[in-house]
């Protein structure tokens, strides 16, 4: 077949093909114009804002530092520093411990015939003993990349318990942040409203379960050979140390074994007047850690 012939018969099919496929994307369009309508409108805003970004590669970032450095406990004028409090913790942990032992044996005896009275149910680690509010030390420096100077709209603190990677938020700290100016490519220090320290009033009540479980571990850990599983050895004393306290009992068994994950997490969020947001975290407490002797 000649070349020309062979153009000629190419040439009038495509057209044929052509213009079914748009007679097949028409019919398609009417009968499923709703759900086209949707796609559309979805994918356009994205598409303005992605050409916007890489036009000027406008973004925010922040860093963050954070230290847990004092501790105040209910009713209390002044805080105390982490080794304090721990040294307090430590004599609540064994009292409790010795109380809970002797409840024991007391009803014991009293279900033989004894005559001995129960003690009194002050023997609480977590209802009797005043729960901390933690006090943060924090540094945080905000970027301003792009080509325009702007300033910040919000910053917040936030604690998160990661529990097996879900994550729950224990505590926040939200505050303005509208006279903190951010000029183009340089690092401004952001502090909290108080100077440099984050007061976080509920996240003690987690807390308490993590540092309850380090003292005990560091304790247990320097009697048995290195390396051994440390669940069998502590789990006892957590038993009967939360057995009072269901809610807490299952949160440090399970901060105790090596199987589960269980982390506490800062993490900062800043915005712009522009609405352009930046996150970044740093863990505090990782129980695989403590397991590991760390």
Avoid: C
């Avoid at 097949?24 to 804002?49: N, S």
């Avoid at 009713?75 to 105390?80: D, H, I, Q, S, Y």
């Avoid at 506490?264 to 695989?288: C, M």
């Amino acid at each position: 077949m000649r070349f020309w012939k062979q153009f000629e018969r190419v040439s009038l099919k495509w057209p044929r093909e052509f213009n079914q496929s748009l007679r097949g994307m028409a019919e398609d369009f009417r009968q499923h114009y709703v759900l086209w309508l949707a796609i559309v409108g979805a994918i356009i805003p994205a598409v303005f804002a992605a050409l916007n970004i890489s036009s000027n590669a406008s973004r925010l970032t922040v860093t963050l530092e954070a230290k847990a450095v004092l501790f105040q406990q209910g009713g209390a004028t002044e805080p105390v520093s982490a080794d304090v409090l721990d040294a307090i913790l430590d004599q609540r942990i064994r009292d409790t411990l010795e109380a809970r032992v002797k409840s024991i044996f007391e009803k014991a005896d009293s279900s033989a015939g004894s005559e001995t009275k129960n003690p009194a149910d002050k023997d609480s680690l977590y209802f009797e003993y005043p729960f901390p509010k933690v006090k943060v030390r924090v540094r945080s420096e905000v970027t301003n990349i792009g080509n325009r100077p702007s300033s910040l709209q919000f910053i917040s603190w936030y604690i998160f318990e990661e529990i097996d990677g879900r994550r729950e938020l224990r505590d926040f700290v939200f505050q303005s942040a509208k006279h903190v100016g951010l000029p183009e490519g340089q690092p401004v220090q952001v502090l909290p409203e108080n100077g440099d320290t984050i007061e976080f009033g509920l996240v003690g009540v987690v807390w308490t379960d993590y540092e309850v479980f380090q003292i005990l571990s560091e304790k247990i850990r320097a009697q048995i050979p290195k390396g051994q599983n440390l669940l069998p050895r502590i789990r006892p004393y957590l038993e009967v140390l939360a057995m009072n306290e269901p809610i807490h009992r299952d949160r440090i068994l399970n901060i105790a074994d090596p199987t589960h994950d269980y982390r506490l997490v800062y993490e900062v969020h800043v915005s712009d007047i522009y609405g352009r947001t930046a996150s970044t975290q740093v863990v505090w407490v990782d129980s695989h850690a403590f397991n590991r002797g760390r």
